[in-house]
């Protein structure tokens, strides 16, 4: 029978239906969004030269790297009861959606009639420039959160290994840990036979007093006193 100080072998994560299939909903999107990135602008009529370079350095590492993520964090959840992925999962995954939604929509291609792109066709040609300084950054954190997705499956995934393993991940279950680990090393209470050996030892090992000293200097002096006698 387990100890209930011992963690359990496997740990608990509560989740819904939703989160329990959110693996799923992470390559959905990830299609959609390499598509909506390498051809969205073919919505409004302005797919150009740049069509395939897009698609090649832009939508093809987007969805390699959103699979790949959505595969780690379906592998993590497969050790809990629930299925489930964890809350921080579900937000960073839905900010990266929306920074790479962004992307496609800002992002221009090269057309008969000049750069255009979606955010142009709908605000008109004057905002181009505009368009080039979110296309700048959204760039960037599209790569940048499609990779921190990447890391944190496998953050998740070194966690729950630690978990099942039974080691402590904060501070107060490391301090926890150490008390129990005091608890089990310090000796029991003492017996009424121990306690009476002790107190024997002492008895054994201590000095005796003055007067022991005086009796023998009394029996001296008679020794002394019969020879004289004597």
Same mark, same amino acid.
């Given at each position: 029978m387990?100890?209930?100080? %011992?963690?359990?072998?496997v740990p608990s994560r509560p989740g819904s239906?939703?989160?329990r299939g959110f693996p799923v909903v992470m390559v959905v999107m990830a299609v959609l969004l390499a598509l909506w990135v390498g051809f969205g602008r073919g919505i409004v009529g302005l797919l150009g030269a740049l069509t395939p370079?897009? !698609?090649?350095?832009? &939508?093809?590492?987007?969805?390699?790297?959103?699979?790949?993520? !959505? &595969?780690?964090?379906r592998r993590d959840s497969l050790n809990y009861p629930s299925h489930a992925v964890t809350g921080r999962t579900i937000a960073t995954a839905?900010?990266?959606?929306?920074?790479?939604w962004g992307l496609g929509f800002f992002l221009p291609d090269s057309t008969p009639e000049g750069m255009r792109s979606v955010f142009t066709h709908v605000t008109g040609d004057e905002y181009l420039e505009l368009g080039y300084g979110f296309v700048n950054i959204l760039g960037v954190l599209?790569?940048?959160?499609?990779v921190a997705l990447v890391l944190l499956a496998v953050t998740e995934l070194r966690v729950t290994a630690r %978990?099942? %393993?039974?080691?402590?991940?904060t501070e107060d279950e490391r301090l926890d840990r150490l008390e129990r680990d005091q608890e089990q090393d310090a000796p029991g209470p003492a017996t009424t036979h121990d306690s009476g050996a002790v107190a024997a030892s002492r008895a054994c090992t201590t000095p005796r007093g003055p007067a022991s000293g005086t009796g023998d200097e009394a029996r001296a002096d008679r020794a002394a006193s019969s020879g004289e006698q004597r």
């Open positions: 387990s100890s209930p100080d %011992r963690p359990s072998a239906a939703f989160s370079v897009y !698609a090649v350095a832009l &939508a093809l590492p987007i969805l390699v790297l959103h699979v790949v993520a !959505a &595969a780690l964090f839905v900010a990266s959606w929306v920074i790479t599209s790569v940048a959160t499609a %978990r099942l %393993r039974g080691e402590p991940l």
